[in-house]
């Protein structure tokens, strides 16, 4: 099982999370933060990941600390479960509707970090979670994953269902590229 665990403490959020990546789709999350809770447990859900994510965050100034955060701690947790990235697939693209919005993620698991995100949104939240705390999170989320993520809202209404189906197709995406299909590293150079 490819599994990592982290604490991540500073003055703003005081962060613990743990992933397996090989799991089943359970989930333990308590962020502070409603909407987010439900975009992770449904990351764990599609991606089959087992996920436990606490923080206790300053969320009575918003909720960016926690978000980035989280991003960041998540990304770590990833990057260390996957190791040296030996025998993974590396690339996947998902396409994911959720009723009229449709979502697209293609990822590359390359140890080289860059975001492309185009989505928008019309409101300035959507519940608790302010709407451009998602580019912030996939943000951290890459450079500490250290995986290349092109995030594409073809196009949607309602912005609950356009983060859903963001979140969806990133988890399907990513479990995707991180499936074992041989004993080689997926790249000319040798290396990841």
């Known amino acids: 099982m490819r599994t ?5 403490n500073t003055l703003e959020t005081q962060i613990a999370v743990e992933i397996n990546l090989d799991g089943s789709g359970q989930a333990d999350i308590d962020t502070g933060v409603g909407f ?3 975009m992770l447990m449904l ?16 969320t009575y100034v918003d909720d960016h600390h926690t ?6 701690a998540l990304g770590q947790c990833v990057k260390g479960a996957l190791g040296d990235r ?6 996947s693209t998902v396409f994911i509707p959720m009723d009229e919005a449709l979502a697209q993620t293609s990822i590359d698991v390359s140890n080289r970090p860059y975001l ?32 290349t993520l ?7 209404e309602n912005d609950h269902h356009k983060i859903e189906a963001i979140f969806k197709s990133f988890a399907r995406a990513l479990k995707d590229a991180i499936k074992i299909i041989s004993d080689e590293v997926a790249s000319s150079k040798g290396v990841l």
Do not use: P, W
């Open 116 to 147: 492309v995100f185009n989505a928008e949104f019309a409101d300035e939240r959507v519940g608790n979670m302010t709407t451009q705390m998602v580019k912030e999170f996939f943000r951290a989320f890459v450079n500490e994953s250290r995986v």
């Open 4 to 8: 990592y665990k982290i604490e991540r």
């Open 150 to 156: 092109h995030i594409n809202l073809l196009y949607g």
């Open 86 to 91: 030996c025998g993974i697939k590396r690339y």
């Open 43 to 58: 990351m764990a859900f599609h991606g089959k990941f087992d996920m436990k994510v606490k923080c206790h965050g300053d």
């Open 36 to 38: 987010f809770d439900h």
């Open 67 to 72: 978000i980035e955060d989280i991003g960041i």
